[in-house]
């Protein structure tokens, strides 16, 4: 009889050490998929906010340099907003190695389409909206100073990883 027990008790240990092993391996697995969707969500939340410091970034040095407001202006994609003729023209001018891709702001029917080369020269396109058709208005040209890229995103990298104490740069591969 002492035997028989001693025989069960043993089972029961095993089957217990069995289950506990196996809910820890789940638990562990679960928590690495878990890791792994936060981990490319942030990564997906990190380009997002690095776009739009930048962005903000050079929209402040366009309405400071030429005495422009945006407030409200929202960021519109050149290609989807403005006729074709202006989105050549724009990515002609900045296609150099070093210049800003052109960016497009609107509101209503008012729109900018900024250009910054590598050489600091700033461009402002001011358009209107017409009978449903973009009408470019004017054109300026200024002198500034470059707006480093690499600078602005290794800051809004910092910062973003500042708001987010529970990503670490590693899981971002963020060197």
């Excluded at 809004?156 to 990883?161: R, V």
Aim: proline residues 2%.
């Amino acid at each position: 009889m002492k035997k028989n027990i001693i025989v069960l008790l043993v089972v029961i240990a095993f089957g217990l050490t069995v289950y506990i092993t196996t809910n820890n391996m789940n638990e562990s697995e679960s928590a690495q998929n878990e890791k792994k969707v936060s981990v490319e969500d942030h990564l997906e939340d990190l380009k997002d906010y690095k776009k739009n410091v930048l962005q903000s970034t050079v929209r402040k040095e366009f309405e400071s340099l030429f005495n422009v407001d945006m407030k409200d202006f929202k960021y519109s994609d050149i290609g989807n907003t403005f006729p074709s003729e202006f989105v050549a023209e724009a990515v002609s001018l900045s296609s150099d190695v070093g210049d800003y891709y052109p960016l497009g702001f609107t509101k209503e029917d008012k729109g900018y389409i900024l250009l910054l080369e590598h050489d600091g020269t700033y461009r402002i396109w001011t358009l209107h909206k017409q009978n449903e058709e973009w009408v470019l208005k004017n054109k300026e040209e200024k002198q500034g100073t470059y707006i480093d890229n690499k600078e602005i995103m290794d800051k809004a990298e910092q910062e973003f990883l500042e708001k987010h104490p529970e990503v670490s740069p590693s899981d971002l591969f963020i060197s």
